[in-house]
């Protein structure tokens, strides 16, 4: 068995792969942006919302403790929402692009 070398860059400009590096990129960052923003909601209304943030909600859990332990599960909501959006759409992407090289239809040398 022969290995056949692969020519990167012509993959690398394949329009496919040009669109799939396009689409998760903006949705890794589109993400990013909703983790950080919800994350610096939480450092901007504990610091200007105290009185929020002390209400008890139930014994000894405060509303700013709530909001803490949400970053949590937001965290996980991320993180379940990439990994869905990546096996169904950019993994089928990439396969079809692995496909294609190992046909030779592209990057073959």
Do not use: C
């Amino acid at each position: 068995m022969s290995i056949t070398p692969i020519q990167w860059n012509a993959v690398v400009r394949d329009a496919r792969f040009v669109e799939l590096h396009r689409r998760k990129s903006r949705f890794a960052w589109t993400l990013m942006a909703v983790s950080l923003a919800y994350y610096l909601t939480l450092l901007i209304a504990a610091a200007y919302f105290q009185n929020v943030f002390r209400l008890k909600v139930w014994g000894v859990l405060n509303v700013g403790l709530l909001f803490a332990l949400s970053q949590f599960l937001m965290t996980w909501f991320i993180t379940i929402y990439y990994v869905r959006t990546a096996n169904s759409d950019f993994d089928k992407m990439a396969l079809a692009i692995a496909d294609d090289v190992r046909a030779g239809r592209i990057g073959a040398a």
